[in-house]
């Protein structure tokens, strides 16, 4: 079962690496079931070896990119709204 929430996780929220995944299982799933890191990673690893994921080294750096535009952007914003209040 847990390929499949892995899975669709993906499908619906994109790129993710290994910590995020378990941030969003515990989000969805945290009153049924709680499923540690080093799970989500076995599981990703094996649906790298089955050719059911690529690279999730990749999602990973993908994922990393992501979260760093999203942190400068709202540096940026919080930047500039601190600009305009003086």
């Known amino acids: 079962m847990i390929p499949l929430y892995i ?3 993906l499908l619906r929220f ?3 690496h290994g910590y995020q995944i378990k941030k969003l299982l515990e989000e969805q799933l945290g009153d049924f079931t709680q ?9 990703l690893e094996k649906m790298e070896a089955a050719d059911i994921i690529f690279e999730h080294h ?3 750096f993908q994922a990393e990119l ?6 400068i952007r709202k540096f940026e914003e919080t930047d500039q709204d601190e600009n305009e209040s003086h």
């Open 14 to 16: 994109g790129p993710q």
């Open 66 to 71: 992501e979260w760093a535009e999203q942190s």
């Open 58 to 60: 990749i999602l990973h």
């Open 7 to 9: 899975l669709g996780l």
């Open 35 to 43: 499923i540690k890191l080093p799970t989500v990673n076995y599981h």
